[in-house]
Each structure stands twice: as C-alpha cells, then as structure tokens.
C-alpha cells in the first residue's frame, strides 16, 4: 500500500515553463516535508507545512498543504535547469514518530 | 567538515563479503537514521537511534546490523547480502525523533552486491 502517492511520476518541461507535482494520501499527517535530491546526493529540505491550508514560498517555489492535511502541491514558476532533480514529499505522523516517503516526481528541465 | 558525510561513497561487494557504511553528523543532533534507496521504491527507513538508543528497527533482515556508538556516529555492518540488496543507503540526522524535525541527509552510499 503506497501511502503517499506522488503524480506525475516523471515530468519533462522547457525552461521558462510552469510546473506542478502532487502528493496525495488517503491520510491525515501532522506535517509534510518536500524535498529535492540531485544525481548522487542525498535529498536537501525545501520546505515543512504543518497547518491545513498553509501555502509558504520559496523564490520560485510555492507549497501548498491541503485544508484536511492529507494532500500537498508544489508549483514551480519559470523552471530553470537547475530545478532538474528528484522531488520528495515526506508526511510524518505523531502516532509513528517517522517520516514516510512518496516514490518522488522526477522532474528534467532542459535548457 | 559541516553536515552529514557518509564513507564510502561506493562500495562493491560479494555476497559473503563483511562491510560496514560510516556515517557522521557534525550538527549537534541526537536522532540518527539508516534509510534504503531502491529504484521505483520510495525511501525505506531502516533504523533510528535517538539518543544512541535505537529506538526503531523497521522489520530489516539480519544480515543488516547497526551501531550507534555516540550520538554523531552510526554504522551499518552488512554481511552475506543478496544482489536485491543492491541500492543506496543513506543517512539523516535531526535534532530528535519527533516528527516534524527537519532531517539532513548525507550523499549516501551506491551498494552494489554481486
């Protein structure tokens, strides 16, 4: 059972385009960490959303966790090659005290 | 040296070989966690130490056998793998176990087993 279930899988844009990914789960975390791995690195925090309907922003970059706290989206403005990575989502639940991973978006932006 | 660093960064071996992966973490945290990174899988946690105890050990086979001697170092021995262990492990630390800690993660370790 894939509790976080992140869409597209696989996203292949130009840069200068728009973006975003999804993190889905038919379940309520306490807080939803995004986070971005590169080829050979292990993966950086973005950004942790802990209140429902929260949207926070990074420059280009705004996350938006769900009202019900069981969902999160991540929009990129004007993608620039160096936004190419491995995109994580992460819920964490104060019942089990660890974080629980998403497969991750692999998102390529070509020059 | 600042961060999470994990040695080595490759590592080939057979499957009766011994090997252990290193991590260090230079910040000051007390929780420390294993996690395994496979192809078309999401993250898998392994282990958690906080505060050198372990405190999660995630259903892992034993031939997967961690070490924490003190809170900024944490090893993982490996003995008689299997090739589908083959992925990349890697390290994170934060400041405890509690959930919304943010969690740094060293560069991990590719794991080839043949």
């Known amino acids: 059972t894939q509790l976080l279930k992140q869409s597209p899988q696989f996203l292949s844009i130009q840069e200068g385009e728009n973006l975003t990914v999804y993190c889905n789960s038919s379940s309520v975390f306490s807080s939803l960490q995004w986070y971005r791995q590169e080829p050979g690195e292990g993966p950086v925090l973005l950004v942790t959303v802990v209140t429902g309907g929260e949207v926070k922003k990074l420059k280009r970059l705004t996350f938006q966790f769900g009202d019900a706290r069981k969902d999160s989206s991540l929009h990129i403005t004007a993608a620039q090659p160096g936004d190419t990575g491995l995109y994580l989502c992460a819920g964490g639940k104060r019942s089990q005290g660890n974080l629980i991973f998403g497969k991750g978006t692999k998102l390529s932006v070509k020059p | 040296e600042t961060g999470v660093t994990q040695t080595p960064r490759h590592l080939v071996m057979g499957m009766t070989n011994k090997k252990s992966l290193k991590c260090e973490q230079h910040?000051?945290?007390?929780?420390m966690y294993w996690y395994k990174q496979s192809a078309k899988k999401p993250l898998e946690l392994m282990f958690v130490?906080?505060?050198?105890?372990?405190?999660e050990n995630n259903s892992v086979p034993s031939r997967f056998s961690p070490e924490c001697p003190n809170s900024s170092h944490l090893f993982l021995h490996l003995h008689t793998l299997q090739p589908e262990d083959s992925a990349l492990y890697l390290c994170a630390s934060s400041q405890d176990s509690t959930v919304n800690n943010e969690q740094f993660f060293g560069p991990g370790t590719r794991l080839t087993v043949l």
């Open positions: 130490y906080n505060f050198k105890e372990q405190t």
């Open positions: 910040l000051g945290h007390n929780a």
